[in-house]
């Protein structure tokens, strides 16, 4: 069993997490796959990555608040710089099929 914390205790039977006084709702993988559209093993490869996890043997569990945040970080802040990258792209199209 590895957990992040020694001050960490983890009840399977409810998906709940006690840290430094706090109760945070964990997810599995295939839940948080569902609703976020993604893989099971691009979630895996996410926490090789140093996506915030928590492991109970095998079992990998996220916390949705830290997910998001470390998602946000990692790929929706280049979305948005290929955004304005792509309306870039198309300006230039529009101007060259127009002349």
């Known amino acids: ?10 009840h399977k039977e409810i998906g709940c997490i006690r840290q430094r006084g706090q109760q945070m709702k964990l997810k599995n993988l295939k839940a948080v796959a569902q609703e976020q559209s993604l893989s099971i093993h691009t979630l ?9 996890h928590y492991r109970v043997g095998r079992k990998i569990f996220l916390d949705q608040e830290q997910f998001e945040t470390w998602f946000a970080a990692h790929f ?12 870039q ?4 199209a529009v101007a060259a099929i127009i002349k």
């Open 89 to 92: 792209i198309v300006d230039e």
């Open 44 to 52: 895996r490869k996410f926490a090789r990555m140093g996506m915030p």
């Open 1 to 10: 069993m590895i957990i992040p914390s020694t001050e960490t205790s983890i």
């Open 76 to 87: 929706r802040e280049n979305a948005d710089r290929n955004e304005k990258d792509l309306a």
